[in-house]
Nanobody
Framework: QVQLVESGGGLVQAGGSLRLSCAVS????????MGWFRQAPGKEREFVAA????????YYPDSVKGRFTISRDNAKNTAALQMNSLKPEDTAVYYC??????????????????WGQGTQVTVSS
């Protein structure tokens, strides 16, 4: 069974940075596409970033492009999301997610089978 555990959330002032980490159990981590999503109160879950198996391809929506960077370490079964120049509108619960093994890079939440419990990120103005 695949389990994902996020860490690194917290409270930061606008313009600051945070780094979220996601530890993944399972022997086939390198075959999962990894993604990050966020959900603010009263809003739908929003795609934030995705990275391919080997890390060679990444994808971001315009809302975070140039500010957020997704990475992975297949030797350590971890993924990370570096968030810079944070804005109050980035406030949300952030979730890491993994696709089924062998999936293509996807941005829709329905493409991900495994989810972490979420970590709160709060950006004050």
């Amino acid at each position: 069974q695949v389990q994902l555990v996020e860490s690194g959330g917290g409270l930061v002032q606008a313009g600051g940075s945070l780094r979220l980490s996601c530890a993944v159990s399972g022997r086939t981590f390198s075959s999962y596409v990894m993604g990050w999503f966020r959900q603010a109160p009263g809003k739908e879950r929003e795609f934030v970033a995705a990275i391919s198996w080997g890390g060679g391809s990444t994808y971001y929506p315009d809302s975070v492009k140039g500010r957020f960077t997704i990475s992975r370490d297949n030797a350590k079964n971890t993924a990370a999301l570096q968030m810079n120049s944070l804005k109050p509108e980035d406030t949300a619960v952030y979730y890491c997610a993994a696709t089924p093994p062998g999936s293509t890079l996807v941005i829709g939440a329905s493409g991900y089978d495994y989810w972490g419990q979420g970590t709160q990120v709060t950006v004050s103005s």
